[in-house]
């Protein structure tokens, strides 16, 4: 299992949720989190049935740990900017209309054949980023 990395992403509010975690995950902070069908905090896949909770308050490391074994601290309710993920990039044509995450910090325009979770509608882009409130 690769290291998760540590991304910067931008934000405006954020409430703290938590909520158990999965089994043998990892999350780096300000990495997207979601919630499984388990009802688990889980890093991003290519799973279109995950449904998003906020980004990741700090790392987390359960590599090898058992489900529900801790609880994950993130953000949530707020508006987040990410980053645009470059084959399938957003702009200001789609503000307002549903965006899907793409990578552990990424938005792309389409759920690449239902491959993609949904994330949010876009607020924006601006300073580079795609400014996304979750869903």
Request: a negative charge; hydrophobic letters at 40%.
């Amino acid at each position: 299992m690769p290291t998760p990395t540590n991304y910067q992403v931008p934000r405006e509010r954020g409430e703290i949720g938590r909520m158990p975690i999965a089994a043998n995950v990892q999350f780096g902070q300000n990495e997207l989190v979601f919630r499984n069908a388990q009802g688990e905090a889980v890093p991003w896949s290519a799973d279109a049935a995950l449904v998003p909770l906020g980004v990741a308050r700090a790392p987390f490391d359960n590599a090898g740990g058992p489900a529900k074994a801790f609880e994950l601290e993130y953000l949530e309710a707020g508006t987040f900017g990410l980053k645009i993920h470059a084959d399938d990039p957003v702009s200001t044509a789609e503000v307002s209309t549903l965006v899907y995450a793409a990578s552990p910090n990424a938005v792309a325009k389409t759920s690449d054949g239902d491959t993609r979770p949904p994330l949010g509608k876009l607020r924006g882009v601006y300073e580079g980023r795609a400014w996304i409130r979750f869903i």
